[in-house]
């Protein structure tokens, strides 16, 4: 079962607040160095549910809420600006974990356009190619017109398999892939491979036989 991600608008109320809470508990422990690692926690909501200048912005907002509690809370340091340091890095660390996790929303974001664009707009026209060589191979009683369109169907069958190759490989790489392995035969496949290799290659020279030959 697929779990509908959140709307960017919800991601974002759910970053503030949880940002907002882990303030407030490291203001009122200290305890910074043991709470560091929970505003990751709010950047990488904002950053992968919401836009790249959202995550970036949540990294901003973590860092200064960092940085005001530490000194809320008083926490003392060897050196007075041990903390614009401590608070520089961990901005850094922010920022390069919203903008990583924004980088690969956008990569997964290019598939699933690919995707629709594939299985939709390349197979809307592919369908009407093979309605009209149909329509035509049914209305004609010509034996050199019938043989072109049933040239036209092979081909276009075989661009339709094509298609659900390349959907596939993009399922697959997004892990959305889910193989169920059959048997086949391969001698019917191996003749209708032939059958819409004919208008390209020599396949007269191609000869099949079965297993019981």
């Known amino acids: 079962m697929r779990l509908t991600p959140p709307r960017p608008a919800t991601a974002y109320l759910a970053a503030a607040a ?10 009122v422990t200290g305890y910074e160095l043991g709470l560091f690692v929970f505003y990751f926690a709010p950047v990488s909501l904002a950053a992968w549910f919401g836009t790249r200048r959202a995550g970036v912005l949540a990294a901003v907002s973590a ?7 530490d000194l809320l809370s008083h926490h003392p340091y060897s050196n007075a600006l041990f903390v614009y340091w401590e608070t520089l890095m961990r901005l850094v660390s922010f920022l390069t974990t919203a903008l990583t996790l924004s980088a690969i929303r956008a990569v997964m974001a290019e598939q699933e356009d690919l995707l629709r664009v594939v299985s939709h707009d390349l197979r809307a026209p592919l369908a009407a190619l093979q309605g009209q060589a149909q329509l035509l191979r049914r209305r004609t009683d010509d034996g050199f017109t019938a043989a072109r369109a049933d040239a036209i169907l092979r081909a276009a069958q075989g661009m339709d398999v094509m298609i659900a190759d390349l959907v596939d490989g993009v399922r697959a790489r997004a892990g959305r892939l889910r193989l169920e392995p059959r048997a086949v035969e391969l001698q019917p496949w191996l003749a209708d491979l032939l059958a819409r290799m004919a208008g390209g290659l020599e396949v007269e020279r191609v000869r099949l036989r079965g297993a019981h030959a």
């Open 18 to 27: 949880l940002l907002a809470l882990i303030t407030w508990v490291d203001w």
């Open 63 to 69: 860092a200064v809420c960092w940085y005001a509690s």
